[in-house]
T-cell receptor, first 117, second 112 residues
């Protein structure tokens, strides 16, 4: 149990375009989802916390207008990178925290590698 | 604030060697402690966790004990395999605070 999927796993886009990344909890309901960014050979940096049905809470230094987060249901959150630029190229990872027996543990998706040309 | 200090890598061991990766945490609040593993090109997988002092988390031959007196949660395995090669992250969360704070990660390479 506690499987989290991400789609797409890899995306290449041109500078100036927008990219949407989906994060789904497959076998549990996630009241809270988290979005992280990981630079090569570095640890994870929390970008934002999203709660179902409410606005996301962004970490200091993360542009909310650039990284749009929507958590429309208990099993789906999306991250849209708007007007992407090469410096946005990174590995984006989501995690989900559940209700019931899956509380207090975050389960991570497999990640999405974004390359902006 | 909350922080996690993790043994810097990279760590290279021979197959069947004993593994220890050190992790210490700041003692604010009542943290839960985690070890996550990241295999090449993949996201993080929960390896084990402990939610209170003296708890021992274990999985796939790995163990870590929540030591309140030394604020540590060191990861150990008695006999490593090539398939254990990955990056290992120590992390903490606090009750009432859902956020995870990660250590910098330790890259482990096991040589046949």
């Amino acid at each position: 149990g506690a499987v989290v999927s991400q789609h797409p796993s890899r995306v290449i886009c041109k500078s100036g375009t927008s990219v949407k990344i989906e994060c789904r909890s497959l076998d549990f309901q996630a009241t809270t989802m988290f979005w992280y960014r990981q630079f090569p050979k570095k640890s994870l940096m929390l970008m934002a916390t999203s709660n179902e049905g409410s606005k996301a809470t962004y970490e200091q230094g993360v542009e909310k207008d650039k990284f749009l987060i929507n958590h429309a249901s208990l099993t789906l959150s999306t991250l849209t990178v708007t007007s992407a630029h090469p410096e946005d190229s990174s590995f984006y990872i989501c995690s989900a925290r559940g209700v019931d027996r899956y509380t207090d543990t975050q389960y991570f998706g497999p990640g999405t590698r974004l390359t902006v040309l | 604030g909350n922080s996690v200090t993790q043994m810097e890598g990279p760590v290279t061991l021979s197959e069947e060697a004993f593994l220890t990766i050190n992790c210490t945490y700041t003692a604010t609040g009542y943290p839960s402690l985690f070890w996550y593993v990241q295999y090449p090109g993949e996201g993080l997988q929960l390896l084990l966790k402990a939610t209170k002092a003296d708890d021992k988390g274990s999985n796939k031959g790995f163990e870590a004990t929540y030591r309140k007196e030394t604020t540590s949660f060191h990861l150990e395995k008695g006999s490593v395999q090539v398939s254990d090669s990955a990056v290992y992250f120590c992390a903490r969360s606090s009750r009432g605070n859902e956020k995870l704070t990660f250590g910098t990660g330790t890259r482990l390479t096991i040589i046949p």
